[in-house]
């Protein structure tokens, strides 16, 4: 069933060997016939003998006697029940089946689409359908089955896609009889009051044709298009219509001239092939209209190259470009590299004498099946080789009590999956997945190892970091882009090289900015939820810094502080120790004594002091001490808003916990040996960040611990021997 076969609108006559993708059957003349009862058991029902033909063209041998089963009791079960259209309900299920037989479906998709409403709409139950067809038809019936609207209220639908698509996870199957399922829907949607013809085509423009797309079944997926099209925008279709009438009346048809030239070239060569013409569709006519402003006989269709072997669309390609004129910016190779959806075909396209340009599609029969067809061309992915050591997972070992192997889920769908189990909510779910499902290419990037990332278009180390490594992701603190130095913003492009920079602190946050740049779902939700479970508690001197007097007035009648804010990657909080407690929360961390017994000691993320820098101390909300140094820009403004002065000093303390800011020149390598330098004068890198680099300077912030603050001036000038790196200096609050 070719995309403009089944649109009804297409003008002009069909002849050839289309012919069989575009016959239509009388669905309410045999929903008619199916109301007289089953046939006799000993052959199959007449209402279905179209099926049963469709079914034989693609599987010669297979069993129709489960087929004849289903019928009977998808037809007994839904007997009396009628369509909005008057039609009897059986025609909808016969619909569906003999869409899925005409696009090759095996048995076990067809026995399953017939009953695919029963146990939605009847009183047979999954058990019954697993009783008598077994587990296969019945999973399949349960992943299309909807959930109920009084158990789930407005959630029902997107947890039903939620539903449908985990099933599809394991079977692709299940959304193959969905597509099905909705198209007919679609076909028959006249019926309806507007407005719920509006709903129903955008949800299916939203999600179900980006489904249709990623799992290649083009011929769904264009008429969805046609029939959506319709809907929402009646005028635009109408004019297109209009524009294939026209051209389908003129005298002179420049696609069948070209088609009779392409023929000749191919038959002087001697090779064996079939060129036919593939009118576009209506979506396809309107884009290119509003691409190309007045059309031209030639922008009404392409044409279509069949051969046999691989070796023989290059030896066509070859030919057409030497017997005819090119237009090289047209050519792709979708042999060579497949697009992510099994799509596979060159592309090319010739100029005439007259201007107008012909597009030319090239591929095998094979191919021209599973680009028309999809993963309902492959059959059933799970049925075991004639050869076992052919089956999947063979070759590794995996034994018969291993969860099968699915060759047809992409990446996309294993990413999706993914995400999905993270989504909080129903409402989460549904518009996260039209925004993922509306990226319609994807990327491979590469990693180190030789491994690959698939990503969409668009993504980012950030998305690249999530899709490597999960949430453990939180720790990445740049990037190396085809061995080049790159922030975590830097967009990634096809055939990219990225090696991740990860740091070892399993406390590491992600950053909020990290938002802007997370085109995935993947990314972004997982930062989220990361967000959400480590609500920021600013203190009061976070809030002067930022603000002012009122805030801080503000801040002090609030709780005390529970947790680190997660969007200040190098600021550290360093909890010492009270008074009466010496011993320090954070092994080797600085030891304050202050002159308030019972108090928190806190040293101020601001400034990050430490021996023996001299400092001062104020009194914040819960018996909380902040530790500044006096230099401190926030010192005054904390002065200045009344905040109490208590006396402190340094402890009999080593160690120390301090902040540094690098800037540097970008070059390749820069942080590996600024890291390199730091480790070797003992620092442990406790968090860092990268910004995005400024006329080609860059800025590095770290927080580190070191094991005896003696050491900072000798860690400092290692980090400025560093090539590239122009100073190094101290965390201070801006002004200071």
Request: some cysteine.
């Amino acid at each position: 069933m070719s995309a403009e076969a089944t649109n009804p609108a297409t003008p002009g006559p069909v002849t050839g060997a289309a012919a069989r993708w575009r016959a239509r059957i009388d669905l309410r003349r045999l929903g008619r016939a199916a109301l007289l009862g089953p046939a006799a058991r000993d052959r199959l029902p007449d209402a279905i003998g179209h099926v049963a033909e469709a079914h034989r063209a693609h599987h010669p041998d297979a069993d129709l006697e489960p087929l004849r089963r289903a019928w009977v009791l998808a037809e007994s079960s839904h007997r009396g029940q009628m369509r909005k259209s008057g039609e009897p309900y059986i025609t909808h299920p016969l619909a569906v089946t003999l869409i899925l037989a005409e696009l090759g479906a095996e048995t076990t998709t067809l026995t399953a689409s017939l009953l695919h409403d029963t146990v939605e709409d009847t009183e047979v139950t999954l058990d019954q359908v697993g009783e008598e067809f077994g587990a296969e038809v019945r999973f399949l019936v349960d992943g299309v089955t909807k959930l109920e609207k009084v158990d789930y209220g407005a959630a029902a639908e997107p947890e039903t896609f939620r539903k449908m698509l985990v099933a599809t996870g394991n079977d692709v199957r299940v959304m193959s009889i969905k597509l099905a399922d909705r198209l007919h829907n679609m076909r028959t949607l006249g019926v309806m009051r507007p407005e719920k013809q509006a709903r129903i085509a955008k949800v299916t423009r939203d999600v179900l044709i980006p489904l249709a797309e990623r799992l290649g079944v083009q011929a769904l997926k264009t008429e969805l298009e046609d029939l959506v099209f319709a809907i929402l925008h009646p005028e635009e279709y109408e004019h297109t219509r209009e524009l294939i009438v026209d051209n389908a009346a003129r005298a002179d048809d420049p696609l069948a001239e070209i088609a009779d030239e392409v023929r000749g070239v191919l038959r002087e060569a001697g090779i064996p092939a079939e060129v036919v013409i593939r009118p576009r569709h209506f979506v396809s006519v309107h884009r290119t209209a509003r691409k190309r402003g007045r059309l031209r006989g030639a922008d009404f269709g392409r044409l279509l190259v069949l051969v046999g072997e691989d070796a023989d669309c290059y030896a066509v390609l070859g030919e057409l470009h030497t017997c005819m004129t090119p237009v090289v910016s047209e050519f792709k190779d979708f042999i060579a590299v497949p697009k992510f959806n099994l799509y596979q075909s060159l592309h090319t396209a010739v100029a005439r004498g007259d201007g107008q340009v012909v597009e030319v599609l090239i591929r095998t029969h094979q191919m021209h099946k599973v680009a028309e067809a999809g993963v309902v061309a492959l059959g059933n992915p799970y049925a075991p080789p004639s050869d076992p050591s052919e089956a999947p997972g063979a070759s590794t070992g995996a034994g018969a009590d291993e969860e099968r192997v699915d060759p047809t889920r992409p990446g996309w769908l294993s990413r999706l999956l993914d995400w999905q189990a993270a989504a909080p909510d129903a409402d989460t779910f549904w518009s996260t997945l039209r925004e993922d499902l509306a990226q319609d290419r994807e990327i491979t990037v590469f990693r180190p190892d030789g491994g690959t990332l698939g990503l969409p278009e668009g993504a980012t180390c950030v998305d690249a970091a999530y899709a490597q490594y999960g949430e453990d992701a939180h720790a990445c603190l740049g990037a190396r882009v085809n061995g080049r130095l790159a922030t975590l913003s830097t967009v990634l492009k096809d055939g990219d090289t990225v090696q991740l920079l990860m740091g070892q602190d399993p406390a590491a946050e992600p950053s909020k900015e990290w938002l802007e740049h997370a085109h995935t779902p993947a990314a972004r939700i997982a930062i989220q939820r990361w967000i959400a479970t480590h609500p920021s508690h600013e203190t009061p001197e976070e809030i002067v810094e930022r603000g002012g007097a009122a805030d801080v007035a503000r801040a002090t009648t609030a709780e005390p502080p529970v947790a680190d804010t997660p969007d200040s990657v190098g600021r550290v909080t360093a909890e010492s120790q009270t008074s009466d407690n010496p011993a320090a929360d954070h092994p080797g961390a600085a030891v304050v004594l202050v002159d308030q017994p019972g108090a928190t000691v806190r040293l101020a993320g601001c400034c990050t002091p430490v021996p023996p820098d001299e400092i001062t101390a104020f009194a914040v909300r819960g018996g909380v001490v902040t530790v500044h140094r006096v230099e401190c820009a926030a010192v005054e403004r904390m002065k200045s808003v009344g905040r109490t002065e208590v006396g402190v000093r340094w402890g009999d303390t080593a160690g120390c916990r301090v902040t540094l800011f690098a800037e540097s020149f970008g070059r390749p390598h820069l942080l590996a040996d600024l890291t390199e330098a730091m480790a070797g004068e003992g620092a442990e890198i406790v968090s860092a960040t990268v910004e995005p680099p400024s006329q080609q300077r860059v800025r590095h912030t770290y927080t580190v611990q070191l094991p005896d603050a003696a050491r900072l001036p000798s860690l400092m000038r290692a980090m400025r021997n560093v090539a590239g790196v122009y100073d190094v200096s101290r965390a201070q609050t801006p002004g200071a």
